[in-house]
């Protein structure tokens, strides 16, 4: 996979960059005056962002992602990620059929459903999940493969179907791990 340069990616103009930042060459990247990425954040080959996206340190978003951030925004707290062909969206058009739909369409005619998604510390979305607009998926949650996240979650659970449902607890050892590594990588800068 080849990564644009530091000095590719400052040309771009996010909002904020973060030191180690690697951003494959064929992702595609829109709005990047309103996206800030943190430190260690890597994004792989044929992923999509646009719109208002804060992405924290030491996120991964593997092939094929779309982050769809619009006017309201998505978060993803330090150590969260997504798996293959991951989509999120923070706005969706009404397909009740009272409006019309699609960005071709004046406001006026639309009725679009718009509100920011957060995505807690050390959440993971397997392959191929949805996370819907209004979503607020806790820290530590586990989205398991194919599933459509149309409702908030709680904190470390592990999430599953359509409609997603929390089948059991999710294991928070990885914390102490984390300690261990934030430890280990502050040595690395003095």
Not at 134 to 151: D, H, I, M, P, R
């Amino acid at each position: 996979m080849a990564y644009l340069s530091a000095e590719e990616l400052t040309k771009l103009g996010f909002l904020y960059l973060g030191k180690n930042v690697k951003i494959s060459d064929k992702a595609s990247i829109y709005n990047c005056e309103q996206i800030s990425i943190g430190n260690n954040t890597r994004i792989d080959d044929f992923c999509i962002l646009s719109g208002k996206l804060t992405l924290g340190s030491n996120i991964h978003l593997a092939p094929f992602v779309l982050l769809a951030g619009g006017d309201e925004g998505i978060i993803m707290d330090d150590f969260s990620g997504c798996a293959y062909h991951v989509q999120i969206f923070s706005q969706s058009d009404d397909y009740s059929g009272k409006t019309m739909t699609n960005p071709t369409i004046p406001v006026e005619y639309k009725n679009e459903f718009k509100k920011a998604v957060s995505i807690g510390k050390h959440a993971i979305i397997g392959a191929s999940s949805i996370i819907f607009p209004g979503v607020s998926l806790a820290e530590g949650c586990s989205v398991g493969a194919l599933t459509l996240v149309n409702k908030s979650t709680k904190p470390w659970g592990i999430y599953l179907g359509n409609p997603a449902k929390r089948i059991k607890d999710r294991c928070n050892d990885l914390l102490k791990l984390e300690q261990q590594f934030l430890k280990a990588s502050s040595d690395d800068f003095i």
